[in-house]
């Protein structure tokens, strides 16, 4: 999660991360009350909710988190983009590709993008009834259509892909947790994961005075401990 001030400036990056859980409940949590705090200091910022088309991604952060600038990830939106004129025109096929790489910039790069693109997909459903898909991809350009103001989002220096959250999840998770034959148990994985964050969101050292109690074992020799004799070094 990243903070832009009014200039479009990114001040910081926050990293969270959670072992794999039903809903995500614990991780919506963590995420609003960070949103909150942050907002509480700095309600000048403004908040940037960027994500793919996932029905749970947006029941969450339109209807839990603060009002902000809503955005689908554009290359999400271009797989999308892709697939309706594949199966317009054949998959990858030269038309397909010219078609795509005209409305993609179109997309991105003029205020009314969106609009055009919903048209020339409109059209191509009527010309080709009998392909489903082409309904199905209009249908989502339609209702997301005001998260596509990518050219009003560029203007203000906002982000329009997920890119630096994915990269976030390969450095931050992916790197240590999927190593040859690692496996991981919740609250060993969860513990690793909670320092790894706070790590690399430079928080550490503030929070390890909340944490130390947490991970901190009294750890006992036994009485029972036989001492092997000392071998001779030659």
Not at 45 to 51: D, E, F, M, R
Not at 156 to 171: F, H, R
Request: proline residues 3%; aromatic residues 8%.
């Amino acid at each position: 999660m990243s903070f832009y001030d009014a200039e479009g400036e990114r001040l910081s990056t926050v990293r969270f991360a959670r072992m794999p859980e039903k809903h995500k409940a614990t991780l919506k949590d963590t995420l609003r009350e960070e949103v909150a705090a942050v907002l509480g200091q700095r309600p000048d910022l403004t908040l940037v909710k960027l994500a793919d088309g996932a029905k749970d991604n947006w029941s969450y952060l339109g209807a839990i988190l603060p009002q902000g600038i809503e955005i689908i990830d554009f290359y999400h939106a271009c797989e999308h983009l892709k697939a309706a004129f594949d199966a317009a025109y054949g998959e990858n096929s030269s038309r397909s590709k010219a078609q795509f790489e005209k409305y993609r910039h179109l997309l991105r790069d003029e205020g009314d993008g969106v609009e055009k693109v919903i048209r020339a997909l409109a059209h191509l459903r009527d010309a080709h009834p009998g392909k489903r898909k082409l309904s199905t991809e209009l249908a989502y350009f339609r209702r997301y259509r005001y998260r596509m103001r990518y050219a009003t989002a560029q203007a203000q220096n906002l982000p329009i892909g997920s890119g630096v959250v994915e990269a976030a999840c390969k450095t931050l998770a992916t790197e240590r947790m999927k190593r040859s034959g690692m496996r991981w148990r919740q609250a060993g994985g969860q513990a690793i994961l909670t320092l790894r964050a706070l790590h690399q969101s430079a928080r550490f050292e503030r929070a390890w005075k909340l944490l130390s109690t947490t991970y901190k074992r009294t750890v006992e020799i036994p009485e029972n401990v036989v001492l092997f004799p000392k071998r001779p070094v030659h």
